[in-house]
C-alpha cells in the first residue's frame, strides 16, 4: 500500500489520501490491501477499490449496491462498475463513505 502512494504526488496524492481516509472512517474494521495494482479495503472480500489515473481517481467494486446509496454518486457513474472524479472537482466523500458502509453490511 505504502508503495502505490509513495508512486503520486501532489492533487494524485491528496485525492488517494482523502479517499484512504474516508474509506477507513466508514469501515474501521476492514483491512487494506493492494488487488489488482489498486488500493483496496476487505472485510471477508474485498468491498472497494480505488485508483489514481491521469486526470481522475476512481472506485470499482460498487455493482450490486441499492439505487438508494448509488444515486448521489450518479454523476460520477461513468461506465458499468467504475465511479470517476476529476481530479479539479471535490470527492464526494459523505456518498462515498456510505457507499463504502452499505457494501461493508453486506459482507458480514
Known amino acids: ?28 474494521n476492514a483491512h487494506e490491501k493492494v488487488n489488482y495494482g489498486m488500493p483496496a479495503i476487505a472485510l471477508r472480500k474485498n468491498i472497494l477499490y480505488y485508483a489514481a489515473w491521469e486526470k481522475h481517481v476512481a472506485l470499482y467494486g460498487w455493482l450490486g449496491a441499492d439505487d438508494v446509496v448509488i444515486e448521489p454518486l450518479k454523476s460520477t457513474n461513468s461506465s458499468k462498475g467504475t465511479l470517476k472524479v476529476p481530479l479539479d472537482e471535490p470527492l464526494p466523500l459523505d456518498a462515498i463513505e ?9 459482507c458480514r
Request: glycine share 2%.
Open 1 to 28: 500500500m505504502d508503495a502505490y502512494f509513495a508512486s503520486f504526488s501532489g492533487l494524485h496524492l491528496e485525492r488517494l489520501s482523502e479517499l484512504r481516509s474516508a474509506l477507513a472512517a466508514a469501515v474501521p
Open 98 to 106: 456510505a457507499l463504502a458502509r452499505h457494501l461493508a453490511e453486506r
